[in-house]
């Protein structure tokens, strides 16, 4: 039988599988307990995979959209593990704004964690094919096949709870926020460091 991915809601439990992820938890654990202990308003925003205009190009860590752009303006093929299947859950900075304006103006955020994304998924190796082609490069990713300890195969934000309390709706559709990246990276150096990771 198939078997189709979904969505995380906010409620799910919580099993870091790395440093990273242990630390983002305990950030937000902290920080919610200070602001309910001192009446002080806080809220977690859970941000999913952010890009945008004026993110590094040249930090092999900035996520898997500067990498590929990276790689495929210095005419390397985009690197892929597994079989490229596996889904991300891209949301532009311009939508991430727009939450954390809301999160700062509506006083029901106060205390609450929401999970910032687009709420739609995209596959690694369509967006390795896409950034190949809004770039004009005629160059194919590799799909190594390999796997890495602690990478997950799906993760998409369940938004109901940014919606349905705070009236949140992603406005930056995947392909537009795709091509002002690529337009902007056209302005910038891009130093291919995938290598050294």
């Not at 590094?56 to 005419?75: C, D, E, H, Q, T």
């Not at 349905?164 to 990246?181: M, N, R, W, Y």
Request: glycine share 6%; charged share 25%; with cysteine.
């Amino acid at each position: 039988a198939d078997i189709k991915p979904i969505t995380t809601p906010e409620s799910a439990y919580q099993y870091p599988n790395s440093i990273y992820a242990q630390t983002k938890k305990d950030q937000e654990d902290m920080v919610l307990m200070i602001g309910r202990t001192y009446d002080i308003p806080a809220v977690s925003l859970r941000y999913f995979n952010a890009y945008g205009p004026r993110q590094s190009l040249s930090n092999p860590y900035n996520g898997v959209l500067a990498i590929f752009i990276s790689r495929l303006k210095n005419n390397h093929r985009p690197i892929i593990f597994e079989d490229g299947l596996q889904t991300r859950d891209l949301i532009s900075i311009h939508d991430i704004v727009r939450v954390n304006m809301i999160a700062m103006e509506q006083e029901k955020a106060n205390f609450e964690t929401f999970n910032v994304g687009s709420g739609t998924p995209s596959s690694i190796r369509d967006i390795a094919e896409c950034t190949s082609e809004f770039l004009g490069k005629d160059i194919k990713p590799d799909i190594t096949m390999k796997f890495r300890k602690g990478d997950v195969r799906h993760c998409i934000a369940d938004n109901s709870k940014l919606h349905d309390l705070l009236g949140f709706v992603p406005q930056t559709a995947i392909e537009d926020g795709l091509k002002e990246v690529i337009e902007w990276s056209g302005t910038t150096h891009a130093e291919d460091r995938f290598d050294e990771v």
